[in-house]
């Protein structure tokens, strides 16, 4: 083994979980951001929090404890108080002969152990987990015991007769002075906030209908109904949220905007809210930005071995525009800040253009737009120029002002990358012409179309092989031989991912590098459909075709697949090589 690998990295690479390579990457990283080596390779996908957890472990001589498949009783949670669990990020496992088991993420982290000691007065072992899996599990069985969940608080609410109609701003905590974390509503929209982080939820819907509100967790693309909450409770939690976001309380007429700034345990996020009046009362989304979102490489988006390269030769292009398309909710914002992210050096001066900036990037150079103050996307390109960047971002291009510039950003020695609302790649062409721009400009400047969705990916943890009906394998397009060698899998459904089968979420893409031969259609002002058969018969998989490979390869299943892409007859060609090189 190489010197200056650290002993749970020795046992991560024997077992063949990360590559030498992978960890010197890793370790490169930690040290530059001052996190842990093991941090590092779970935030870059090389290993689980799991893997890593298991072999420092087995580093340390000791015993490591899978929260998944086991329960902790409720008489040993009750042995450490919910306050002390927390503060420490640690959790009671088992009890025997007077000595407790306590489940901590940090061998190393001695003083813990022995104020635990101390506090509880009582032999303490130590086994080790995951600390979110630890968090998690002080959610669930404290929430579940001390009733300091949303669910709990809603079904208290619902219980009671408390009238929250009238209530004034000192009952939410917000006078100097006051104790915010005592007033109920106060409690129920920060327990609201921590469980959809929790649950790695993207948003958080509160809809009111005639006699009720409800509450929905958008998780990995699909949303959730979490919990019904009395419809007398609306105007309290709505003025909650809006107090938070610095919105006017007294404004219910309008659409209205806000972002609210939160920590939780060791994460800060931004969360945008939206607050739009319905016929049953105003509705807020309030959409959850962890900047750990966008921490991702290009490598962990889900691009094949052959797309992957061929995106990172786009990326390193002196000039020119790479689109990327698909519907709101897709992907594309991640995957666009995975390309800056690794572009993003000293010697590279990037300025984008975002309606608004969801993220912040260090050392890149973010400008929000402004219609109030006449600040749009062609305005803001016109001004960027100047200052004489090597890449730009804009962040949509809706009309042909803000094309025709990135066009001439492009064509006078830039690398722009932006978005379109497009179904697939060819369409991007003709949207663009649609908004007025020649085809000989968009033949000169788009170097490639890149459309994407995202798929939910089946839970490693109850992931089982199954094997399809012949009907479903050929509806998909499959040939029975090609079935024969694929690895078809399906989540039974655990506590890791909510009983749902499926837990994260990877891109299926659709990549059309504009050559010689697409450049002289779009100059012929051909279809998308003309152009779509051109660039497949030139080696463009399509969405759909990617999709199935994902299905072939077992990382997600056909009804994800055809719940966000469609199978078309041009599709048949692409689908007939799957599975060819395996």
């Known amino acids: 083994m190489a010197t200056g690998v650290s002993r749970f990295a020795e046992i991560l690479i024997r077992n063949q979980v990360i590559s030498i390579d992978q960890f010197r990457e890793a370790d490169q990283v930690a040290r530059e951001s001052g996190k842990t080596a093991g941090d590092i390779l779970v935030q870059l996908g090389y290993a689980t929090g799991d893997e890593v957890m298991e072999a420092m472990a087995t580093e340390h001589h000791i015993p490591y404890i899978d929260l998944s498949r086991n329960k902790v009783t409720e008489s040993v949670i009750e042995l450490v108080p919910e306050s002390v669990a927390r503060e420490n990020s640690i959790l009671p496992f088992e009890e025997q002969e007077g000595v407790l088991t306590v489940l901590i993420s940090d061998p190393g982290d001695m003083d813990t152990i022995e104020k635990l000691r101390f506090i509880l007065n009582r032999d303490v072992k ?22 300091e969940s949303a669910d709990s608080m809603l079904q208290e609410f619902t219980d009671t007769a408390i009238d929250f109609t009238e209530t004034t701003d000192s009952e939410f905590g917000v006078e100097e002075g006051g104790d915010e974390s005592s007033a109920p509503v106060v409690r129920l929209v920060q327990l609201m906030i921590g469980e959809a982080v929790q649950l790695r939820a993207s948003d958080i819907h509160i809809e009111p209908f005639e ?65 739009i009046p319905t016929n049953h009362g105003q509705s807020v989304v309030m959409r959850l930005l962890d900047k750990d979102n966008i921490k991702v490489g290009i490598r962990q988006l889900g691009f094949s071995e052959e797309m992957f390269r061929h995106f990172q030769g786009l990326i390193r292009r002196p000039n020119g525009i790479v689109l990327v398309t698909g519907p709101t909710g897709s992907g594309k914002t991640t995957t666009l800040y995975a390309a800056l992210n690794t572009l993003n050096r000293p010697d590279r001066k990037i300025i984008t253009a975002e309606d608004p900036v969801e993220y912040y990037l260090p050392g890149i150079n973010q400008v929000e737009v402004n219609h109030g103050i006449g600040l749009d996307f062609s305005r803001i390109i016109r001004s960027m120029l100047r200052q004489a960047p090597n890449i730009i971002l804009v962040g949509e291009m809706r009309d042909n002002e803000t094309a025709s510039m990135g066009i001439q950003a492009s064509l006078t020695g830039h690398l722009v990358f932006s978005t379109l609302h497009t179904n697939d790649a060819p369409s991007a062409v ?3 012409v649609d908004m007025g721009v020649p085809g000989y400009l968009v033949a000169s400047s788009v170097i490639a179309i890149l459309a994407q969705r995202l798929v939910r990916t089946v839970c490693s943890k109850c992931k089982t092989k199954v094997t399809p009906r012949e009907s479903v394998i050929l509806e998909s397009g499959l040939t029975l031989e090609q079935a024969k060698n694929a690895n078809f899998v399906r989540g039974k459904g655990c506590n890791h991912c909510q009983k749902t089968g499926y837990k994260g979420r990877l891109g299926i893409f659709e990549l059309m590098m504009i050559n010689s031969k697409i450049r002289e259609m779009i100059f012929a002002d051909s279809s998308s459909t003309q152009l779509r058969d051109a660039a497949i018969s030139q080696g463009m998989m399509t969405l759909y075709s990617d999709g199935l490979d994902k299905v072939m390869r077992g990382i997600t299943t056909f009804e994800e697949v055809h719940r966000v892409a469609k199978q078309t007859e041009a599709d048949g060609i692409c689908i007939s090589k799957l599975g060819a090189t395996d």
């Open 430 to 432: 003709t949207r663009m």
């Open 126 to 147: 130590i086994a080790l987990a995951p600390r979110d899996r630890i968090q998690e599990s002080i959610n669930r069985y404290y929430g579940q015991i001390e009733g």
């Open 211 to 275: 006699d009720r509100v409800r509450i929905r967790y958008r998780i990995d693309g699909v949303l959730h109904e979490r919990d019904k909450a009395p419809r007398r409770l609306l105007g309290a939690i709505i003025s909650r949220i809006k107090i938070l976001g610095k919105i006017d309380i007294a404004e219910r007429r309008r659409p209205q905007d806000g972002r609210i700034k939160v920590t939780v345990g060791e994460k800060e996020l931004d969360l945008r809210v939206s607050v």
